[in-house]
């Protein structure tokens, strides 16, 4: 579903747009025997995105509201003003889950510190099933705190000869959501009836807001990085660029 709405104001266009959608893939077998095929999301599904773009003529100089002075100097300095936003609000990607483990219950963390060292998606309370038939606590979850109770446990790891049980990627597990802000102030003066010079800055990621919003977290259940993203190993491949600033002037006729 996309949905849009423009409107035109005195010296304002305004556009806000919002996008619905849901992205499947079914590729291979999650069980050859039993012909289970692997159903899930793709890897780029991103059920809702939000933008709105605006263009203003600031309402100062000639024939404007605000700081309309006839003075020929004064005229110039206030009028032509221009600024235009851009920003976009999109649902993160959906979480890889691992292979060979089985999804016992919602291992989902609230209230993540997508600003710490290490941003934890997944409780990493990990039991592991012995070719004995046996179940024990990985020692890394003993270590977060997971206790001995195997009921209360959100993952377990099957033995080596059991199929895959659960699909490619989580509908509910997503990675970290898209907050951008880009923005420019121009000015432009008019020199002559056929020309003028024009300013401009412009600013992407204007609130230097940092997002890794391809990197996937660690999903090898034998680690005691299982379910989380160490800051320091993401690449610049998988974040965004800081805060980018550049001005420019441009000569029209």
């Known amino acids: 579903m996309q949905v849009s709405y423009q ?4 010296g304002l266009n305004l556009l806000a747009t919002y996008a619905l959608s849901k992205h499947l893939e079914q590729s291979g077998f999650l069980d050859v025997q039993r012909r289970i095929k692997q159903r899930s999301l793709y890897f780029t599904d991103g ?5 709105v773009a605006n263009v203003w003529e600031l309402p100062f100089g000639k024939g404007r509201k605000l700081l309309n002075s006839s003075h020929g100097f004064w005229s110039r300095v206030f009028s032509g003003w221009q600024t235009t936003q851009f920003i976009t609000l999109q649902s993160g990607r959906p979480t890889n889950l691992p292979g060979g483990v ?8 609230k209230d993540m510190d997508w600003s710490g ?11 592991r099933q012995n070719e004995d038939g046996t179940i024990v606590p990985q020692a890394f979850s003993l270590a977060y ?6 009921s209360t446990y959100n993952f377990l790891v099957l033995t080596q000869y059991a199929p895959r049980e659960t699909p490619s990627r989580s509908n509910n597990i997503r990675l970290h959501p898209q907050v951008n802000v880009d923005l420019s102030v121009s000015k432009t003066t008019r020199v002559t009836e056929t020309t003028s010079i024009q300013f401009r800055a412009e600013a992407f990621n204007a609130t230097n807001t940092n997002w890794f919003g391809i990197q996937q977290p660690n999903t090898d259940a034998n680690s005691a990085d299982f ?3 160490i800051r320091r190993s993401v ?5 965004n660029f800081p805060r980018h600033v550049q001005f420019a002037v441009k000569f029209l006729w």
């Open 117 to 127: 060292h290490r941003v934890r998606f997944l409780r990493p309370c990990v039991a």
């Open 7 to 10: 409107a035109r104001f005195r």
């Open 235 to 239: 690449s610049a491949w998988n974040a």
């Open 227 to 229: 379910g989380g993203i």
């Open 47 to 51: 059920p809702h995105r939000f933008t």
């Open 145 to 150: 705190g997971c206790g001995t109770d195997i």
């Open 102 to 109: 089985r999804y016992l219950q919602d291992a989902r963390i």
